[in-house]
């Protein structure tokens, strides 16, 4: 993510990290208002801004899901796993 950052969205759209709410830095209230005024003011870039944030937070959670994915196939896995142990302790003990 922070590669398609870097390489296709930053150099396109600098005004973007003042309309992110992913990018963690924070602004004093004026420099906040007046980035808002720019992006309401402007319908090309408030409609940009609505497709930008939409591409990253499908990329977000794109890769959320492959980490829940993951922790839930594991999950099942040692839950099998440790039913099988108990059944055959259980057998032979």
Same mark, same amino acid.
């Given at each position: 993510?922070?590669?398609?950052?870097?390489?296709?969205?930053?150099?396109?759209?600098?005004?973007?990290?003042?309309?992110?709410?992913?990018?963690?830095?924070?602004? +004093? &209230?004026?420099?906040?208002?007046?980035?808002?005024?720019?992006?309401?003011?402007?319908?090309?870039?408030? %409609? /940009?801004?609505? !497709?930008?944030?939409?591409?990253?937070?499908?990329?977000?959670?794109?890769?959320?899901?492959?980490?829940? +994915? &993951?922790?839930?196939?594991?999950?099942?896995?040692?839950?099998?796993?440790?039913?099988?142990?108990?059944? %055959? /302790?259980?057998? !032979?003990?």
């Amino acid at each position: 993510m922070k590669k398609v950052w870097d390489k296709e969205i930053k150099p396109k759209y600098s005004e973007l990290k003042y309309n992110n709410f992913m990018m963690f830095s924070y602004h +004093s &209230l004026d420099e906040y208002e007046e980035a808002m005024n720019e992006v309401v003011n402007g319908q090309e870039l408030h %409609i /940009g801004n609505q !497709f930008r944030t939409g591409y990253m937070i499908n990329l977000y959670n794109g890769h959320k899901y492959k980490l829940l +994915s &993951l922790s839930y196939s594991i999950f099942l896995v040692s839950f099998a796993s440790v039913i099988l142990l108990f059944v %055959i /302790g259980l057998i !032979f003990f």
